[in-house]
């Protein structure tokens, strides 16, 4: 049986009336204003009553009538512990003072463009939250709108910014860059206090932002670098709190070409445990990976050949270097004792090993297999180009093979394609 409750009834010197009904739809309750065809998002029974993913629609239909959702209100979602995504739709205009405050497990929430204001300490202590995109339409950041968000790694400002409030990003510890758009004028008191990880900000005004002295309170801007315009350099060094960063360098012309240091070292790739472990020489750099396997492909047929295969590619990247080369490796999954195979309670078992198999010019490299054991690699014609035996579960053997020509790969009595790069 539905639940609805009048919450105000405006009695106008002419016969007008307004109501305002909270009612539940999909899961999700709302403030239905019936003469504005309109609803807003709002709390359940009590605070913390929403779990799991959530996906408010664009509209709701309600006694016949089509609603627009506008408003997610005050204290929607605040303190919904369990509460892990959330997708706003482009309806909604507005986002309430608190409304998602203590979500401690929230990770993921997309904000469309069409919102103009979020509400003050609206995301206050959703220390899950690795991102947010804040929207082009925002020219204020209200006080303590993401306090203690402290999963955030990167904090963007978007150019329609003209304000960042009270404590805004207090307490976001595991920031590590903030971005600072050109019509920023005022940042008020302890706005990024205890960035405890800070290495970077980048301010692009040319006029140095109206800011209280305390605004990076607790922050690391000791051991920090702040990039501004070329011409502002002077201006930000002699300003407090802006000349307390452990250097200010100007931020270089994007349409310059920025000339790049050395190239990242060639990664290494290894396995290990069930996880594919990237070792990179260069300090910081962050190594890209791509991996495909053939088995991922629907099929129509009452029989399917599985490779247990997985094709890994790599490269190493930092900012201000050229990228590595990119290595590649095969990694495969080889029966260790054939005999071992069998059908218990229609599940298939089979004993097995992961390989690795990797190619610098024209050596592979094998990591994986028992020691002793024979490794023969063969061209497209059966000729045998290059063999060796493991020691320590490696085994390093040169071929004959050049870039671009396929080798077959014997490991016992099993054979695994390579093409050589």
């Known amino acids: 049986m539905k639940r609805k ?13 307004v109501f305002a009904i909270k009612e539940e739809v999909g899961g999700i309750w709302y403030v239905i204003s019936k003469d ?5 998002v709002t709390s359940g029974d009590y605070w913390g009553y929403y779990s799991n993913s959530i996906e408010i629609p664009p509209s709701i239909v309600y006694e016949g009538d089509t609603c627009e959702v506008t408003a997610i209100g005050n204290k929607a979602f605040a303190f919904s512990n369990y509460i892990t995504s959330v997708t ?7 986002i309430d003072e608190e409304a998602f405050c203590e979500c401690s497990n929230l990770s993921s929430i997309t904000i469309p ?26 020219t204020k950041i209200d006080s303590c709108v993401f306090q203690y968000c402290s999963g955030l790694n990167d904090i963007i400002i978007p150019d329609s910014v003209k304000t960042i409030a009270a404590n805004a990003f207090d307490g976001c510890k ?3 860059r903030i971005t600072l758009p050109s019509e920023i004028a005022r940042i008020e008191r302890e706005a990024f206090a205890g960035l405890s990880q800070l290495k970077d900000v980048y301010c692009h005004a040319v006029k140095t932002p109206d800011a209280e002295p305390d605004i990076f309170l607790d922050s690391s801007i000791q051991y920090a670098t702040l990039h501004v315009p070329v011409a502002s350099k002077d201006q930000y060094m002699e300003k407090y709190p802006w000349g307390n960063f452990k250097s200010i360098v100007a931020i270089v012309d994007e349409t310059e070409e920025v000339p790049l240091g050395e190239p990242c070292a060639t990664p290494t790739i290894s396995y290990k445990n069930g996880k594919l472990i990237f070792n990179c020489s260069t300090n910081d750099a962050i190594c890209k990976s791509t991996i495909t396997s053939a088995d991922f492909n629907s099929f129509s047929s009452n029989e399917v050949t599985l490779t247990a295969t997985y094709e890994i590619s790599v490269y190493a990247t930092k900012t201000g ?6 290595v590649t490796a095969k990694l495969c999954w080889i029966d260790m004792e054939p005999k071992m195979e069998g059908i218990d309670n229609a599940i298939a078992n089979v004993k097995a090993c992961p390989v690795l198999i990797q190619n610098h010019g024209n050596k592979l490299s094998v990591s994986g297999v028992k020691d002793g054991t024979l490794i023969s690699v063969y061209d497209t014609t059966g000729n045998r180009v290059g063999y060796g035996k493991s020691t320590k579960e490696q085994a390093q053997i040169e071929t004959t093979l050049k870039n671009g020509e396929i080798g077959i790969v014997k490991i016992g009595d099993n054979t695994v394609k390579v093409l050589m790069k």
């Open 5 to 17: 409750f009048l919450l105000f009834v405006a009695m106008l010197p002419i016969v007008t009336s």
């Open 36 to 40: 504005n065809k309109t609803a807003e």
């Open 88 to 94: 706003v739709p482009n309806s909604v205009i507005t």
């Open 113 to 138: 463009i069409s919102v103009k204001s979020i509400g003050r300490e609206a995301f206050k202590g959703c220390s899950s939250l690795t991102e947010i995109s804040i929207p082009q339409k925002i």
């Open 174 to 176: 595991g920031v590590e």
């Open 321 to 326: 270097h050229k990228d590595s080369e990119t």
